[in-house]
């Protein structure tokens, strides 16, 4: 983070990986998520309005602060609901990993003892809330530590295409299919990525982590409840 538009960035996605403090705009969130047809419902503030009982202005309000952090997309020719089916999610989850092995690749020419200790809190966090029955929790933790690693490389670049493909829309389709298992398994993982980073071993490492994303959800297993 050696340079100002690296430290704006940082926390402005820092703040967008929150649940949000209103109700109805967190219920939409999960709507959203869970109905398979939402995508197909038109996503304007005049249709999230009509569709919540919401006012003029709230509408507004909600239909920002949903492009903000991923539920609705800018196609071609309108705005439209994000789709989290199965072969969308992986594709997120994919990218996601490629830009997390190259930043871990990266930092292996890179001090990092600048943002140790930051990091070091994020960890303690992720393993805390691994053992909680919130996945959502564990998984914005999770991605919290990320973004900071990340935006620690100092490339103001990696890290504005890094947050945009991770934002919050893809932590709550991801939370909301992991299993039981997984959610610790992940907190294994990434503790796995750092005792490799010291001792340096960042290929291993980015293995740890590109693992760590290959558990979105068994087949036929039931989601935990977030």
Not at 18 to 27: I, V
Not at 79 to 92: E, I
Not at 183 to 203: H, P, T, W, Y
């Amino acid at each position: 983070m050696s340079t100002s538009h690296v430290g704006t960035s940082y926390r402005a996605a820092l703040e967008a990986l929150a649940p949000s403090a209103d109700e109805c705009l967190e219920a939409l969130r999960w709507s959203v998520v869970r109905d398979g047809e939402f995508h197909r419902r038109e996503a304007s503030p005049e249709s999230i309005s009509k569709l919540t009982g919401q006012g003029a202005e709230w509408g507004g309000y909600a239909f920002r602060q949903l492009r903000l952090t991923g539920f609705i997309e800018n196609s071609i020719d309108a705005f439209t609901w994000q789709s989290f089916d199965q072969a969308r999610l992986g594709s997120c989850l994919d990218l996601m990993s490629g830009f997390e092995s190259t930043a871990i690749l990266r930092s292996q020419f890179i001090d990092m003892s600048k943002v140790r200790n930051e990091l070091d809190y994020r960890r303690k966090d992720l393993a805390r809330l691994a053992h909680s029955q919130s996945p959502l929790a564990a998984v914005l933790s999770l991605q919290k530590l990320l973004v900071t690693f990340v935006a620690s490389i100092g490339s103001a670049e990696l890290l504005a295409e890094y947050v945009t493909a991770s934002r919050a829309a893809i932590c709550y389709a991801w939370a909301d299919r992991l299993t039981a298992s997984a959610v610790s398994e992940i907190a294994e993982c990434i503790e796995q990525m750092f005792d490799l980073l010291d001792a340096n071993q960042a290929r291993e490492a980015a293995r740890a982590c590109s693992t760590m994303r290959l558990m979105p959800y068994k087949e036929g297993a039931e989601p935990l409840e977030v």
